[in-house]
């Protein structure tokens, strides 16, 4: 599928999807909490979530950054975005600003000192332009965690692979010409696996950014 068109549906995907996303935000919690143990976030630091969806990592990454931090959030559903805001007006939380656009072309002022992306970075429809943009906006010495899925990589379970593949296509818009750990791989300074689940179904990926990548 080509990236406009992949785009376009996502887009359509998850706008149907941000009224009904509950259940998702309370299965995968325990993940993502551990996924943002990894930031190793500290009062002030700046933090980019990336594909942030209604915003379900808002509470714990702004409760990280405190009062004197910030986090920015990007996503290209319109009715994500929309939730996302909602549940930061609810909160009256102002150091967190919500902002729709595609990963791969978003430009915020300034460097971020970590990113998170859990669970958006397979369903895009070019998961390498997202990882080097994110890069780019990392500030030397930054810190990029990404908690997703792929497919299932040794053992028998491989036979349920394609069955996997078409589910994950029609519900999340994924796209299997993603390989984000690869991507990651090939754009980070320094990447390491370091949590699976469900035979590496699952999978978080912490990436630095070297510190003296700026000079
Ligand atoms: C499965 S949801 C993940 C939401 C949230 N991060 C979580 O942990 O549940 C995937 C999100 O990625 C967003 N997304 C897909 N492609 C994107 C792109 N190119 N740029 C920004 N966001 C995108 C979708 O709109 C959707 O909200």
């Given at each position: 599928m080509a990236t406009d068109e992949h785009l376009a549906r996502s887009r359509a995907v998850w706008d149907r999807k941000s009224d009904r996303y509950g259940m998702s935000e309370r299965d995968f919690e325990p993940i993502r909490e551990t996924a943002m143990d990894y930031l190793e976030l500290g009062a002030g630091d700046r933090v980019l979530d990336v594909g942030?969806?209604?915003?379900?990592n808002f509470e714990r990454l702004r409760s990280d950054v405190g009062e004197s931090g910030s986090v920015v959030a990007v996503d290209y559903s319109p009715e994500m975005v929309a939730n996302a805001r909602e549940r930061v007006d609810r909160h009256g939380w102002e150091n967190v600003e919500v902002l729709c656009a595609d990963a791969t072309e978003v430009d915020p002022d300034g460097e971020f000192d970590a990113a998170m992306a859990s669970l958006s970075m397979a369903v895009m429809p070019d998961a390498r332009r997202a990882v080097e943009n994110v890069y780019r906006l990392l500030a030397p010495g930054g810190t990029f965690v990404v908690f997703d899925l792929r497919r299932v990589?040794?053992?028998?379970?491989?036979?349920?692979n394609p069955l996997l593949w078409r589910f994950l296509r029609w519900y999340?818009?994924?796209?299997?010409?993603?390989d984000v750990l690869e991507a990651l791989r090939t754009v980070s300074d320094e990447t390491d696996v370091v949590e699976t689940y469900a035979a590496g179904v699952g999978y978080t990926v912490r990436c630095r950014k070297r510190p003296d990548s700026g000079e």
């Open positions: 942030c969806g209604p915003g379900v990589q040794t053992g028998p379970a491989r036979v349920f999340a818009n994924w796209n299997p010409e993603n």
